[in-house]
C-alpha cells in the first residue's frame, strides 16, 4: 500500500504554522508497514484541492487529508472531494445533533455555519471528533481509502489513533533504523558507505545531515519482519565495522535525546552556562522527558555583569582579552562548577551577529566543558544568520559533551 499526504491550508503555506502533522502521520503509516509516496499542501482554493486530490488517487492506494473541515466558507476539502467525484453532499442528522450538543455543553453560541461541519458525501463514514466539532470522513472510492481529517494537531491525533489506524492493513513490513553518527561529514561517510556492497535489495541506506551531525538512515521492506529485522541488523554491523569510532548511538532523533540518555546512564549531572547561545542548550535539554534527573542548572549570563556575578568571571580577565575568549569561556565554566559541583559543566561565548568586537569576526565563538578532573575548549567560527549561528554553537556544545561520555574519540 502506498500512501499520499494532503495538508490543506493557506496559513501552511504562508508560513504561519508548522505543518507537524505530516511528520506525525508518516511516522505512524511507517510501523504500519505503509511507504508515503507523496506529500502536498495546497491553499484553500476549491480547484486546487480537487487538482491536488485527482493526483493523489492516480498513484497512492491511500490517501490522507488534513484540514479545510471546518464551518468557515473557506473550509472546502469535502466539497472539492465530492465535485471530483460527481456526488453530492448530504446533511447527517446524527451528528448535527452532536454539533449542537457541543456548543450547548460548552456555552458557547452556535452559528448557522457550523452546520456544514454535519454534511458527508453519499456512501461515507463520519469519524467522531471527541476534541472539536469537525468530524473527519472515509470513504472507499475506486480501490482507494480515503481519509479526511481536521487540521488542529489535538484533534487529528486522537482521531488518528482510534479510527484510522484500526483501518490500515498490509502484509508488507516496512522498518527503518538510524545509526548516529558525530565527528564526520556526509560527504566522507557516503564515499564510504557506497563501498559497502549490500546483497539485500529490500533494503535502503540513506543520510540525513544537520549541525555536525549525521544520522544512517536503514530502511527495509518485507513480507517477513523476522528476516527484515535479521537483514537489518547484518547492514549495521557490517556499517558499525566500517565507521565504528563515529557511532554514538542508535535510534535517537535528536542531539539533546542523546546526551540526556547517556547523562542517565552515566548517573551524572551537567550545568549550562550559556552567552551567545541565550539558553538554547539548556532548552533542548529540558524538552526530552526525564531531563530533570540530569540538568542541574542552566544560567543565561548574557552581559558582563552578569558573567562577573553570577560565574565569578574576573573583570581584568575580560579587560585583557575580551568578553568572547577562550579565557572567560574557562572562567564562566569554572565558576559554574564551583557553584554547582556538577558532573560536566558548559559555558559557550561568543559573536552570533550582526556585529562583533574590533578585531572578532562574527560566528566567532569558544566551548568550555569543565570537569572535575580536567577541561576542554573548543574555538569555531560559523557563518550563517544569527539564529543558525547560535544552534550550530549549541550543536557543538552537545556534539562534544556526547564525545566526552562516549570516550570515544579524543577531545580536539
Known sequence: MKAEIINVGTEILLGSIDNTNSVYICKKLVEKGIETIFQTAVIDDIELVKLALKNAVERATLVIVTGGLGPTEDDLTKEALAQ????????DENTKQTIENYFSHN??????????????????????????????????????????????PNELIPMFEEHVLPKLKTDIFLATKSINTLEIGESELETILREIELHYPEIEIATYASYGAVEIKIIGKDNNLDDLNSKMSQVISIIDSKIHNHIYGFNYSSLEEMAVDKLKKSGQKISIAESVTGGIITS???????????LERGIVAYTIESKIDELGVSRNTIDSYGVVSEQVAFE?????????????????????????????????????IYTKDNHFIFYNQFNGTREAIQHKIASLALIKLIVQLNNKLTLN
Open 84 to 91: 471530483l467525484f460527481g456526488t453530492n453532499l448530504e446533511l
Open 107 to 152: 456555552n458557547k453560541k452556535m452559528t448557522a455555519n457550523n452546520y456544514k461541519q454535519a454534511l458527508k458525501l453519499k456512501n461515507s463514514e463520519l469519524i467522531p471528533n471527541n476534541n472539536g466539532t469537525a468530524p473527519g470522513l472515509f470513504i472507499e472510492l475506486n480501490g482507494n481509502k480515503i481519509f479526511l481529517l481536521p487540521g488542529p
Open 284 to 294: 533542548k535539554i529540558t524538552r526530552i522527558p526525564g531531563a530533570s534527573e540530569v
Open 332 to 368: 564562566m565554566a569554572k565558576g559554574l562548577y564551583e557553584k554547582t559541583k556538577s558532573d560536566y559543566c558548559i559555558a559557550t561565548t561568543g559573536f552570533a551577529g550582526p556585529t562583533a568586537d574590533k578585531e572578532k569576526k562574527v560566528g566567532e565563538n569558544y566551548i568550555c
